[in-house]
T-cell receptor, first 114, second 111 residues
Framework: ETGVTQTPRHLVMGMTNKKSLKCEQH?????MYWYKQSAKKPLELMFV???????ENNSVPSRFSPECPNSSHLFLHLHTLQPEDSALYLC?????????????FGPGTRLTVL | ELKVEQNPLFLSMQEGKNYTIYCNYS?????LYWYRQDPGKSLESLFV?????AVKQEGRLMASLDTKARLSTLHITAAVHDLSATYFC???????????FGAGTILRVKS
């Protein structure tokens, strides 16, 4: 595998379910990001991790819980979501978050909340 | 707060024609990215513009940056069907490599 991978690619869940999104980067990067892309809004930054430490939480509701166990993996744990949380969730990585390094994006997980 | 505006949001054009997509942003930044997204796919990096007056070209696409006007343009020359996609500009916000995205321009090139 090369680049940034995400699983699953599609997820349908009920509002009471708990699920997790997974992101893995094979680029040797130290910073990872979660973005949300909804139909009616521009791409929104949710979380930033640098060297496994969360450095940004963009006022995201607590029903989204990120986890970064190491610099190659990033998870987004989901629980008691709302239908308006249905969106494409994109993961990205960059060499670091200090200098202005290009971010590389994964293919995304298309989430539908029923 | 940094805001990024793209226009037009939707562009339908004939093959062989030229057109320009505009990206305006509200606060000072000296780094701007253009991305392409195909339906159901992720974002593919097209250009990184690092300084005032920067111009980059790849095939039928040319991007430029005017940091004084806070404006970037993506010019399409002699469009072909394969260029149909959604194009996003993104501006770096503050220290820390945070990107703020425009709403995207949906480009449809008709044969």
């Amino acid at each position: 595998e090369t680049g940034v991978t995400q699983t699953p690619r599609h997820l349908v869940m009920g509002m009471t379910n708990k699920k997790s999104l997974k992101c893995e980067q094979h680029l040797g990067h130290n910073a990872m990001y979660w973005y949300k892309q909804s139909a009616k809004k521009p791409l929104e930054l949710m979380f930033v991790y640098s060297l496994e430490e969360r450095v940004e939480n963009n006022s995201v509701p607590s029903r989204f819980s990120p986890e970064c166990p190491n610099s190659s993996h990033l998870f987004l744990h989901l629980h008691t979501l709302q239908p308006e949380d249905s969106a494409l969730y994109l993961c990205a990585s960059s060499r670091d978050r200090i200098t202005y390094n290009e971010q590389f994006f994964g293919p995304g997980t298309r989430l539908t909340v029923l | 707060e940094l805001k990024v505006e793209q226009n037009p949001l939707f562009l339908s054009m004939q093959e062989g024609k030229n057109y320009t997509i505009y990206c305006n942003y509200s606060t000072t930044s000296d780094r701007l990215y253009w991305y392409r997204q195909d339906p159901g796919k992720s974002l593919e990096s097209l250009f990184v513009l690092l300084s005032n007056g920067a111009v980059k070209q790849e095939g039928r696409l040319m991007a430029s940056l005017d940091t004084k006007a806070r404006l970037s343009t993506l010019h399409i020359t002699a469009a072909v069907h394969d260029l149909s996609a959604t194009y996003f500009c993104a501006v770096v916000r503050e220290y820390g490599n945070k990107l703020v995205f425009g709403a995207g321009t949906i480009l449809r090139v008709k044969s």
